[in-house]
């Protein structure tokens, strides 16, 4: 049966598992390989930051057939069609509500405006779609400007827009809400496109309301283009699908500022009771009205007979603040981990946020878990995250008793120090290494038919890491591979060889020893500071390399470099694993297709 990729990393939980892949297998690409089928040209340089969707079997289209679909948004705000069998395009979209906010380039006032790397000049759909298949419809986030005379004022005249696409001819069913100014009712915040960068992406569920009717509800997530302004938050806004209208907002930070939802490209992950769980960065927190640095549970109610939807905070975690806690006589109670004499790098407080990381749900086991920068791994009760209070943080061995299992380092080995520490600045350091351990995006989750329940990851400047994980929250490491990402990048003045690996996963079911990991990391270079050459690989997911000492190494099947094929890295985006080919976004303007080797 053919597959079709609707959303971020395949699902709703944010598992990164396409567990219906039947032509790839762990004995076919270590035995034949794969090889570069085809690429698709993209109208946009380096290349789209949303991860490629997939349809198979749609139609019809133009030209009177049903075709398998590859769907791609670029960052020209333009929608795209390609045929997944051979590339060549069906149609194109251009969602030209004014041109894509532009960046200000190096050498003039305002340089770095949107971002200081520079990668990217246009700013539009940045964040992955999400398709409703039962409708044939995309919905996506566009960012345009009404400026067309200089990119100076490009930001300042921004808006931001919900779309809705036929995914048959391209066209737009109703007219696109305008983002831009929507109030939250709580705060009596407005959305300010120009504040707002919005890169997590999209989430689609149909939510029951009281009397058990589902409702189809949008769900877009948004940090912010400098998190350390005073109009910069994070915001959740909910649209109502049949009405197409804003239905409720949630934001993180109602108080102060900062706590944006970005998580390194990542969506919201969604359960099916209407629950909404994401992780924030930096910014201010009270455990009131502020939740940075913190894994938050949304509970979302649609509207009915007349009652307002809503969109309400049930629970989060807080492992460490970002500004100490004072009490009335202005003495410390909790230590936040602030700009120090040694780090002066402009912001308020360190940039070491827990939202790089989105949360994953692993309902068969009823836990959520995640981990941000310092590349530790957060396990929590599904039902019960704890509600981090002031006097949590400042005992904080009484704030990790209600995780599910002690924090351990994840993306890394630790190197002696605690992942638990009383004072929470023992975290906000380079290593002894030098190098930092960053996480993006999600880690990786399988319940394999081998080995039960596995979690994977890849922080930068490591390698792909795999663990057990069981009912009790306890993660145990199995195995690692032997290639690390950015290999020989310098390290913190050399910007630390961002962003490690992005992985997803490949499996039939629950066939054993079917699994394949796929991953996508810069090869030598740092991917967040400039465009560098990516490399591809796939490993075993559960045959193992026993070592001489003990130890145990994940396979390599396959990479990229030994058939020399040469690529740039596409910093935050995905291999998209469907019936038989792999999409690989890149930097080079293309979304390059694999296959099995003739």
């Known amino acids: 049966m053919a597959v079709s990729v609707l959303t971020r990393s395949y699902n709703n939980a944010r598992t990164g598992v396409n567990d219906q892949e039947t032509i790839l297998t762990p004995a076919l690409v270590g035995s034949r390989g794969i090889a570069k089928l085809f690429s698709i040209q993209l109208d946009d340089l380096p290349g789209m930051e949303a991860q490629p969707l997939v349809v198979s079997d749609i139609g019809p289209f133009a030209d ?75 919905y996506a986030i566009s960012w345009s400007t009404t400026d067309t005379t200089t ?18 001819n391209g066209t737009e069913k109703r007219a696109p809400i305008l983002i831009d100014g929507v109030m939250d009712a709580a705060s009596g915040i407005n959305f300010i496109s120009p504040a707002q960068k919005q890169r997590s992406a999209l989430l689609l569920v ?29 915001w959740v806004i909910a649209f109502d699908v ?48 502020d939740f940075s640095e913190s894994f938050v549970k949304l509970k979302y109610a649609p509207a009915l007979n007349g009652t307002p939807a809503s969109l309400n905070i049930v629970d989060w975690f807080t492992p460490f603040t970002d500004h100490s806690i004072r009490n009335a006589n202005h003495q410390v109670l909790v230590q936040g981990r602030h700009m120090s004499a040694t780090n002066q790098k402009g912001y308020d407080w360190t940039d070491q946020d827990l939202g790089s990381g989105g949360p994953i749900l692993m309902s068969d086991l009823q836990i959520v878990a995640g981990c941000g920068k310092d590349g530790v791994v957060y396990v929590l009760d599904q039902d019960n995250f704890g509600k981090t209070s002031t006097a949590d943080l400042e005992n904080p061995s009484q704030n990790y008793a209600k995780l599910k299992s002690p924090p351990i380092f994840f993306t890394f080995n630790g190197l002696g120090f605690n992942a638990a520490p009383t004072d929470p600045r023992g975290l906000n350091q380079y290593f002894l290494d030098n190098k930092t351990h960053h996480l993006h995006a999600s880690p990786l989750y399988w319940h394999s038919p081998d080995l039960g329940p596995l979690l994977y990851c890849w922080g930068e400047n ?51 020893g079917s699994g394949i990991v796929w991953a996508l990391a810069p090869l030598n270079g740092d991917a967040n500071s400039s465009v560098t050459q990516g490399v591809f690989r ?61």
């Open 151 to 168: 990119t100076q004022n490009s930001l300042s005249k921004s808006i931001h827009r919900l779309h809705e696409v036929d995914l048959v």
């Open 538 to 598: 796939a490993y075993d997911a559960t045959n193992f390399v026993a070592n001489p000492d003990g130890t145990k190494s994940l396979r390599l099947l396959w990479h990229s470099d030994q058939w020399n094929i040469l690529f740039q890295h596409n910093k935050f985006n995905l291999p998209v694993v469907a019936n038989g080919k792999i999409f690989v976004p890149t930097y080079n303007g293309t979304i390059d297709v694999y296959g099995l080797t003739p």
């Open 206 to 234: 149909a939510v029951k309301d009281a009397q058990g009717n589902p409702r189809k509800t949008i769900f877009m997530a948004c940090g912010s283009v400098g998190e350390t302004r005073a109009n910069a938050h994070g």
């Open 64 to 138: 009177g057939k049903n075709h398998d679909v590859v769907y791609a948004c670029t960052m020209k705000n333009t929608i795209w069609a390609f045929d997944a069998l051979d590339g060549h395009p069906l149609w194109n979209s251009p969602l030209r509500l004014g041109n894509p906010v532009e960046n200000v380039p190096r050498g003039q006032k305002g340089a770095g405006n949107i971002d200081i790397k520079f990668i990217n000049p246009n700013w539009g759909i940045l964040s992955t779609p999400v398709i409703d298949r039962d409708t044939n419809l995309l």
């Open 462 to 512: 490591e390698s792909l890491r795999v663990w057990s994980i069981n009912k009790n929250g306890v993660v145990q490491f199995l195995a690692k591979g032997n290639e690390i990402a950015s290999l020989g990048t310098p390290g913190p003045d050399g910007h630390g060889g961002m962003p490690g690996g992005m992985i997803t996963l490949s499996c039939n079911g629950n066939l054993m």
């Open 242 to 289: 049949a009405t197409f209208k804003v239905a409720a907002t949630f934001i993180t930070t109602r108080k102060t500022h900062g706590g944006g939802i970005w998580q390194a490209a990542q969506g919201p992950a969604a359960d099916g009771d209407g629950n909404i769980y994401f992780m924030t960065g930096n910014g201010g927190w009270d455990g009131a009205n």
